[in-house]
């Protein structure tokens, strides 16, 4: 395989996770009788960009289809997170009724409720048609289409340049980076802004995050990476802030190279970190299979005393991380009998690979249980909250990532 961004031959490999199934493909019960589709889950380092990347054997539209079950409006600390952004991007950027906002990756309007309250108007494009929909009936207005040049020149042949282009966690999730930038740089008005959030490459690599790679995630980021597809597009990042989502992200913000923004002195010091910490470095990548070797160990040595001693053990949070932990371990039902989630979408179905079933959380009675494991552990404080009036001093919660954890 080439580079998708450089088109480099790689040769060098971050951690090989086996063969697992799409991370958000839940399953009907009648699916468990089935054959399932596995695929391999291998991420490789390039030499020359440094863009990490999964190997291609997926296609976005086999991973983001009309059955998605991710709905952003679920966790609440997002929605909170989100409505936060909107306020402050809408007072920086001065947007208003003639302005005009896009976000890319839309999901069921968890964001862009926020503008169609502000009175500013906005467009969603979503591909996901079970997500698409819940954001229509919130009154969002969506393309159920996935965003390239392509569409970013039909848009504007419309007439609809954006002020504002917002991409949460969408960035890594596209096959052809280049071309998702190319449509970036078409779309955006000439003193326009780009503002995209992806988990940090740093803190998956510090944290031993390896629960976030999946099929769905095609590229793992830094500062320093998206700084060079930017510049090959005629983009340029201007500003980064820190932020605490999904265990340490990234919120960049990019215009036309030649626009009037002053590129910040904090794009300079977090490049800076980067180049220190050894992101640039292959030697950096080498020890990380190993320490996802050992996670995994850790939770099913755990989870194998616990069924010695006859203990009851669930999960929180059917989430894709979830997925790729419990499937890279082999772990099934005898061991973490049921998962909880929130999300009406998943409940009833099963997980992928394990086949672990899914229940709403109403259903979970604390006094049988003795360990609850979180899956979603970024969210580990708001799961905390949610649980604090009902679990008594017989149940823990435990996370797995980035060690082995009792709460």
Request: proline fraction near 4%.
């Amino acid at each position: 395989m080439k580079c998708r961004n450089c088109n480099t031959q790689l040769k060098h490999q971050l951690i090989d996770l086996g063969y697992a199934p799409p991370s958000n493909a839940y399953l009907e019960e009648e699916a468990l009788s089935k054959p399932e589709i596995t695929l391999p889950l291998r991420v490789a380092v390039c030499e020359n960009c440094w863009l990490v990347q999964t190997e291609d054997y997926s296609k976005a539209d086999e991973l983001f289809d009309s059955e998605y079950a991710y709905f952003s409006s679920t966790s609440k600390s997002w929605l909170n997170h989100a409505k936060l952004y909107c306020e402050r991007v809408r007072d920086e950027l001065d947007l208003g009724g003639d302005s005009f906002v896009v976000e890319i990756a839309s999901n069921d309007g968890y964001l862009l409720k926020n503008f169609v309250e502000y009175g500013v108007p906005c467009l969603g494009i979503e591909p996901t048609e079970s997500t698409a929909a819940a954001s229509e009936k919130i009154g969002v207005p969506v393309v159920r289409e996935f965003f390239g040049k392509e569409l970013a020149t039909r848009l504007v042949e419309e007439g609809r340049h954006a002020d504002l282009i917002i991409g949460n966690n969408v960035y890594a999730h596209v096959p052809d980076i280049k071309d998702f930038t190319n449509g970036m740089k078409k779309l955006l008005k000439p003193n326009g802004v780009i503002t995209l959030e992806f988990p940090h490459l740093l803190q998956l690599l510090q944290q031993s995050q390896f629960d976030t790679i999946y099929h769905e995630h095609f590229s793992y980021l830094s500062l320093g990476v998206v700084r060079r597809i930017f510049e090959a597009a005629g983009l340029r990042v201007w500003n980064v802030d820190k932020i605490n989502t999904h265990g340490g992200s990234l919120r960049i913000y990019g215009c036309h190279e030649n626009a009037s923004f002053v590129t910040t002195t904090a794009c300079e010091e977090l490049y800076r970190q980067e180049l220190d910490c050894g992101l640039e470095k292959l030697q950096t990548y080498a020890n990380f299979q190993h320490k996802a070797n050992k996670i995994k160990n850790d939770l099913i040595s755990f989870l194998i005393d616990q069924k010695r001693l006859g203990k009851k053990v669930v999960a929180y949070g059917a989430a894709a991380k979830g997925n790729t932990l419990v499937n890279y371990a082999g772990i099934k039902s005898d061991l973490i009998s049921v998962v909880y989630d929130a999300a009406q979408s998943k409940q009833g179905r099963f997980l992928p690979g394990s086949h672990i079933p899914i229940e709403a959380p109403e259903k979970l009675d604390l006094s049988t249980v003795d360990y609850v494991i979180v899956f979603p552990w970024n969210i580990i404080s708001e799961i905390k909250e949610y649980f604090s009036s009902r679990i008594g001093p017989k149940t823990k919660l435990v996370t797995a990532v980035p060690e082995l954890k009792i709460h």
